[in-house]
């Protein structure tokens, strides 16, 4: 069965520095995406980044990366320069590719970030 | 391109009655999905439609139903409501470019209360 799991309830960062928040993911397809989306208080869920289980590099969006480690079943997402505007609850997801859940997404519990001036 | 939207934005009602929501995906995406996020449970997958078929669905009772219309909107129905009802609903559409992995893009959601 298909599960990310999100060890970091909540997470502070100093204003401009940099941040890495975990995600570790469990699935036997060996087609699946991974996303991170980023919610604020307003509710509304902001895709940030994709990494596709067959990308040889580690995606990156502006001041977004993910470190995709294949082999530990790792995609963490890495902010750097952080803002205040960056403060807000962040979830890893995972969509399968092939097989009964083919499409179905799965998210983590989600990880609180908040960013002090 | 307009993104995702779903109405209506706030909903109240009452044990026993039935509420219908919906969205509207992004333009030429074809599938549209529908999530529950509740405090306790965090976002659970309920269904999946493309092209007016439903490919997936998840764990909840036969209350939780939809549809989608040839042109892609969707609405999802939720019958009896029960207080555990109360939730974030929320609408995701993607275009089928990578097969079961494509991206979600969502909309604001639907906050609906159950007293």
């Known amino acids: 069965a298909q599960k990310i799991t999100q060890t970091q309830p909540g997470m502070f960062v100093q204003e401009k520095e940099a941040v890495t928040l975990d995600c570790t993911y469990d699935?036997?397809?060996?087609?699946?995406?991974l996303f991170w989306y980023k919610q604020p208080s307003s509710g509304e869920m902001i895709f940030l980044i994709y990494?596709?289980?067959?990308?040889?590099q580690n995606a990156t969006e502006g001041r977004y990366s993910l470190n995709f480690q294949k082999a530990r079943k790792s995609a963490n997402l890495v902010i750097s320069a952080s803002q205040l505007g960056d403060s807000a609850m962040y979830f890893c997801?995972?969509?399968?590719?092939?097989?009964?859940?083919?499409?179905?997404?799965?998210f983590g519990d989600g990880t609180t970030l908040t960013v002090k001036p | 391109k307009a993104g995702v939207t779903q109405t209506p934005r706030y909903l109240i009602k009452t044990r026993g009655q039935q509420v219908t929501l919906s969205c509207s995906p992004i333009?030429?995406?074809?599938?549209v999905s529908w999530y529950q996020q509740t405090p306790g449970q965090g976002l659970q997958f309920l269904f999946e439609?493309?092209?007016?078929?439903?490919?997936n669905k998840g764990n909840f009772p036969g209350r939780f139903s939809g549809r989608q219309f040839s042109n892609s909107r969707s609405e999802m129905n939720v019958s009896t409501l029960e207080l555990g009802d109360s939730a974030l609903y929320l609408c995701?559409?993607?275009?089928?470019?990578?097969?079961?992995?494509?991206?979600?893009?969502f909309g604001p959601g639907t906050r609906l209360t159950v007293l």
């Open positions: 995701a559409s993607s275009s089928p470019d990578r097969g079961g992995t494509d991206t979600q893009y």
């Open positions: 699935t036997s397809d060996p087609s699946y995406g």
């Open positions: 990494q596709g289980s067959y990308d040889q």
């Open positions: 997801a995972m969509r399968e590719g092939r097989g009964t859940n083919a499409g179905k997404s799965t």
């Open positions: 333009s030429g995406h074809r599938s």
């Open positions: 439609y493309f092209s007016e078929t439903q490919r």
